[in-house]
């Protein structure tokens, strides 16, 4: 490690303090990591009272029952949970109410639903209360603030349309986020390694949308690395919310170093560190969850006792990290050109990986 780096982090670590997992809405969106997977196979699971709902998603809902119906009792069960579409029925309605939506709409209509912890699940997941963010590309802030009253198994709106990546591309493209309309959208996925299941959250206007699937193909490519090693010394080049890296740690990796362009996945990856068990020490001036972007691409965001965080265009990160280790990551966007992304760390690594 380059002297004025040590120095930095030297520096850091005398100047920081402990990292704490309150959401930027306030409230405790944001749980450690082993509560969120007890039960978790249970989480979307109806009791033996819950209702099945059984709506024709391509139907106009309003032929199927009388709108006027639907409100929080629609298909409610005394156990707290909803099948998946009473709830979208609840929020087409409003939206078909504000004006948003013909009155001939159908369920697939209405918005994305990202359930939150998103966990694979194998039949349609009955939903507890605040357990989804709904994404729709046509929404306005009445109609968003009526969902996240009315609707008890939504916690936030996004406005923004799902074929459109959130965060930005590669450094010479502009940045694009969803708009936050009401409520919060901190949500969780639950990502299955060989080393045992991490929990990734993120705020998700700011940060691109993965669905979780039973075994991650990224992950497994990862593992046939990881094999080949013994502890590595491994660099996440475009660590996003941080899946990868942590996942390394969890492996037994010597360090990690997290890099990524876009400020909110740097802080969003620290904060995951935090999640999953590995203590973060942030600069005492940081204010943790909340800012766009970071000006200091040669300092660490934050950092813990074996690594790093840095928020810099993975082509200056040779010259800022002067430092060799055994395996570096990329993972771009698709349809990215990493050919330049591999040369800017051809020479500081023993082995490159494009994931
Ligand atoms: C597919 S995502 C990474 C996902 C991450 N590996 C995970 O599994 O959670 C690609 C990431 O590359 C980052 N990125 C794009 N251009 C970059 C650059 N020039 N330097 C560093 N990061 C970059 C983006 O901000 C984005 O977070
Ligand atoms: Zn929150
Ligand atoms: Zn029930």
Known sequence: ??????????????????????CRCGDD???????????INRFYTPCQSCRDVKLNKFAPLRSQV????????????????RHLDAVMA???????ETG???????????????????????SVPYLPENSMVALADRMDKNCAKR????????????????????????????????????????????????YGAICIYKHQGEIHIEFPKPVSPKVTALK?????????????????????????????????VFNDLWYPAARTATLNLEVNGFPVKIPKNLKELEGTSWSSPETPVALGDNFEVYSADLRELKSILD??????????????????????VRDICREIVVI
């Open 1 to 22: 490690m380059a002297l004025e780096i040590k120095k930095i982090c030297i520096n850091l670590t005398n100047n920081s303090k402990a990292m704490n997992l309150r």
């Open 29 to 39: 969106c944001v749980k450690p990591a082993e509560k969120v997977l007890k039960n």
């Open 66 to 81: 009388n709108l006027e119906d639907i409100d929080a009792d629609f298909g409610s069960c005394k156990c707290g949970k």
């Open 90 to 96: 609840h929020v087409l309605k409003i939206m078909i």
């Open 100 to 122: 948003l939506k013909t009155p001939e709409a159908t369920l697939r209509d209405a918005c994305v639903p990202l359930v939150t912890p998103g966990y694979p699940t194998r």
């Open 147 to 194: 969902i996240v009253e009315d609707v008890p198994e939504i916690k936030g709106v996004l406005n923004g349309n799902m074929r459109k990546t959130v965060g930005i591309l590669d450094s010479n493209s502009d940045s694009h986020v969803y708009k936050l309309l009401a409520g919060c959208d901190m949500r969780c996925d639950v990502v299955q390694t060989p």
């Open 224 to 256: 046939r690395v990881l094999d080949e090693y013994n502890s590595p010394r491994v660099l996440d080049c475009t660590c996003g919310p941080g899946t990868l890296g942590i996942t390394c740690l969890k492996a037994g990796a010597e360090s990690v």
């Open 323 to 344: 430092e060799q280790f055994d395996i570096c990551i990329i993972d771009a966007f698709p349809g990215v050109e990493t050919a330049d992304l591999e040369d800017a």
